[in-house]
């Protein structure tokens, strides 16, 4: 199955952008008649059949289409800060889109030793990670946010905090059995400051704790979006 990312696709017929035609028609070698899938990264999965193998232009008809392919039963939005090495955070995005999200927002925090994100770079990585795992769903990526203010946006769902300061912790799996939206944030390097915790717990986030093991931010951002997929699944 070959899936291309076609945001504007509308109509009976589309034609694939210069990019895409190229990867399609020489480098995947694929012909008149041959069959291709299409998404316009919100759920929906085009089969379309080529007509014409254009190398600068792939042009295809839509044969069928499913609105609801692979619909999830949860809403999970991720609030992560990035690492001071962006390919350990680069890696994380591949791998919870591959596993399914639906909102990402790189957080600033006091103790974020990155400060500077390319959002373009980090979009493009989402979108290629969403195509090689045959995703229709393409993640919401926010501009970085500073943390206090995205604490004190509201959130129609569950808010949970995972940190590694002193107190009770709920563990996420648990936390999770009753809910169907989540947003949870994840602190940089050095960890949220007490002041950053503190007013994550004012505003209605609830401590989580991962396991018994120091993970990594990146691998946290993993393991937190595998334990949301696991505990619907098996809800």
Not at 155 to 180: M, N, S, V, W, Y
Not at 188 to 207: K, M, N, R, V, Y
Request: hydrophobic share 40%.
């Amino acid at each position: 199955m070959h899936l291309f990312y076609t945001p504007d696709i509308k109509g009976d017929t589309y034609t694939l952008n210069e990019e895409e035609s190229k990867h399609c028609a020489r480098v995947l070698r694929l012909a008149e008649g041959d069959v291709v899938h299409l998404t316009d990264g919100r759920g929906v999965l085009y089969t379309t059949r080529i007509i014409d193998a254009g190398a600068k232009a792939c042009k295809v008809e839509i044969t069928a289409k499913d609105d609801h392919f692979e619909q999830r039963n949860y809403h999970l939005h991720l609030a992560v800060a990035p690492t001071k090495n962006m390919e350990r955070y680069e890696w994380m995005l591949e791998k919870i889109t591959e596993i399914g999200v639906d909102e990402i927002t790189p957080l600033l925090c006091a103790h974020s030793e990155r400060r500077v994100l390319k959002h373009d770079r980090v979009e493009k990585i989402i979108v290629s990670a969403m195509k090689q795992s045959l995703k229709t769903h393409l993640p919401q990526l926010h501009e970085m946010t500073e943390v206090m203010e995205f604490i004190r946006r509201p959130f129609d769902g569950q808010k949970f905090i995972g940190h590694c300061a002193e107190g009770e912790r709920i563990l996420l799996p648990k936390a999770l059995q009753e809910c169907t939206k989540a947003l949870i944030m994840i602190g940089p390097e050095g960890d949220f400051s007490t002041e950053e915790i503190a007013a994550a717990l004012q505003h209605g986030f609830t401590p989580i704790s991962l396991g018994n093991t120091r993970l990594r931010v990146e691998t946290a951002g993993v393991v937190a979006c595998t334990q949301m997929q696991t505990v619907q699944l098996l809800g």
